[in-house]
Structures are given as structure tokens and as C-alpha cells.
């Protein structure tokens, strides 16, 4: 079976500092990968998408940037961290090639920007 | 631009009455209908999903309703227990050959014991 894991769970860094979240993929070839971004109370933002290593799309402009070095692994980073970047940032996969399947999450990390 | 509109925002229910929460979309060419539900702190989790070509679908007590010429969707629970508490998202297929979704903006569901 499919698994998604994401880390670290949470995370409290400094405004400034750098970061880096993971996200692998278990269990399935070739997956679409997706970060989101959820702010306190509010919905899911995607901020970038893959369809394969190397393709990053990104759908908002901000100072994120993602990347996909093997196939089943999905990286979110910042050079810089804003106070706005505090979150709760979700990975997610679908099947590829395959336009109208479920979305699955990972179980998220908490950022929280001080 | 691709836009999922979601409402409402907050829906209280006393324990034993329905839900519902709308939705509606604005890419004629979307054709998959998620809704997901997601508990306090936890992960969206897949509770119903519709495809283009059907109208309607149902899973014990939920059930989801799709009118593809007015561009909306429906998720109707019913007999609402205190478990059916969160945050209900919607979302839409983009068919731009990228395989992403648009979420709506969610409802908080509480259900009153």
C-alpha cells in the first residue's frame, strides 16, 4: 500500500532563517506531488505541483521554491522565512496520468515563523 | 481565472438533522468532484468524490450532487452525529493537462449533542 511522510512535524524557526521540509512517497511509481500551505482557519493554497523529477510548477509568487531530485521525493524551501510563511504545510500525491483522482496527504508540519 | 466558491463559511446543526454545503466552479472542463473532510490539526481525508458523468452519489449518509450546467455541487450528510465535526473542503478537477485541484475555501461543520 501507499504511504506519504512528511517532516518534521513541526518546526519553530526564526524570521530569516532558512528552510527545508521533506516529503517522500511510499509504495507508487512516478506519483504527481503537490505543497499546500494552510493558513490558521483558512483553506488550502497549493504552491507548487510536480509531474515528474525535475518539473516544478509553481502556482503562487513568493519566496518558496520546491524541489523534486528523485521520484518520490518532494522538497519545500526558503532562503529567507517571512513571519507570513508560518503555517501548516501539506503534501499530497495523486496517481499520474491520470486527470480525476484522489488526492492523498501527507500528516503535515507546522511552521510557525517568530 | 479557475475559481471554487464554498458555502457557507460556519454550519451549526443540532445532533440528527442534515448538512449541506455548496459549491460552485467556473472551468466548464472540470470533470472530478472531491470532497474532503479534515478534523482538528489532522490531514484532509477523501469522504465522497463525483465524476462529470454522474448526477448524484451517495455513501451511507453522505452523499454529493452535481449539476454540471450551473456549475455546482452539493455534499448533503444526514443524521449528523457529533464525530461529523470539521472542516468539509470541496474541490474541483482543472483540466489544463496538469493534473492539480482548486479547494475551496471550506466549512466549519458543528454539530450540537
Known amino acids: 500500500s501507499q504511504t506519504i511522510h512528511q517532516w518534521p512535524a513541526t518546526l519553530v524557526q526564526p524570521v530569516g532563517s532558512p528552510l527545508s521540509l521533506e516529503c517522500t512517497v511510499e509504495?507508487?511509481?512516478?506519483?504527481?506531488l503537490y505543497w499546500y500551505r494552510q493558513a490558521a482557519g483558512r483553506g488550502l493554497q497549493l504552491l507548487f505541483y510536480?509531474?515528474?523529477?525535475?518539473?516544478i510548477s509553481s502556482e503562487v509568487p513568493q519566496n518558496l521554491s520546491a524541489s523534486r531530485p528523485q521520484d518520490r521525493q518532494f522538497i519545500l524551501s526558503s532562503k529567507k522565512l517571512l513571519l507570513s510563511d508560518s503555517g501548516f504545510y501539506l503534501c499530497?500525491?495523486?496517481?499520474?496520468?491520470?486527470?480525476?483522482?484522489?488526492?492523498?496527504f501527507g500528516p503535515g508540519t507546522r511552521l510557525t515563523v517568530l | 481565472g479557475e475559481n471554487v466558491e464554498q458555502h457557507p463559511s460556519t454550519l451549526s446543526v443540532q445532533e440528527g438533522d442534515s448538512a449541506v454545503i455548496k459549491c460552485t466552479y467556473s472551468d466548464s472542463a472540470s470533470n472530478y468532484f472531491p470532497w474532503y473532510k479534515q478534523e482538528l490539526g489532522k490531514r484532509p481525508q477523501l469522504i465522497i468524490d463525483?465524476?462529470?458523468?454522474?448526477g448524484e452519489k451517495k455513501d451511507q449518509r453522505i452523499a454529493v450532487t452535481l449539476n454540471k450546467t450551473a456549475k455546482h455541487f452539493s455534499l448533503h450528510i444526514t443524521e449528523t452525529q457529533p464525530e461529523d465535526s470539521a472542516v468539509y473542503f470541496c474541490?474541483?478537477?482543472?483540466?489544463?493537462?496538469?493534473?492539480?485541484?482548486?479547494f475551496g475555501t471550506g466549512t466549519r461543520l458543528k454539530v450540537l449533542a
Open positions: 474541490a474541483a478537477s482543472i483540466r489544463s493537462g496538469t493534473y492539480k485541484y482548486i
Open positions: 510536480s509531474v515528474g523529477i525535475g518539473q
Open positions: 499530497a500525491w495523486s496517481t499520474s496520468g491520470r486527470l480525476g483522482d484522489e488526492q492523498f
Open positions: 509504495g507508487t511509481s512516478n506519483p504527481n
Open positions: 463525483i465524476r462529470s458523468n454522474v
